[in-house]
């Protein structure tokens, strides 16, 4: 069973920084393109960044130049380190992917970016 779990959400002040991580576990034979989403109370899940096997990545224009994704391919882990947090980033933070030619998603991560 493959298994995506987040940490490193948390409190912060706007303008400052904070990263999360995703740990993919199980036996795990195949790892491919992986991103965050997001969901704000009241609003649906957006796409926030996405990087492939290829270190390929796609930003969300709202995130764009303060959001950064990257991968480990060895160890199965993604990351999304995010600079200059605006209140507006306030969501549940989810990872999700291609783990074995499956879609699979982590259980989320609050982020919470207040004064």
């Known amino acids: 069973q493959v298994q995506l779990v987040e940490s490193g959400g948390g409190l912060v002040q706007p303008g400052g920084s904070l990263s999360v991580s995703c740990a993919a576990s199980g036996s795990i034979f195949s790892f491919g393109t992986m991103g965050w989403y997001r969901q704000a109370p009241g609003k649906q899940r957006e796409l926030v960044a996405k990087?492939?096997?290829?270190?390929?990545?796609v930003y969300a224009d709202s995130v764009k130049g303060r959001f950064t994704i990257s991968r480990d391919n060895a160890k199965k882990l993604v990351y999304l380190q995010m600079n200059s947090l605006k209140p507006e980033d306030t969501a549940v933070y989810y990872c999700t992917g291609d783990v074995n030619g499956n879609n699979a998603w982590g259980q989320g991560t609050q982020v919470t970016v207040s004064s």
């Open positions: 990087i492939d096997s290829d270190y390929w990545t």
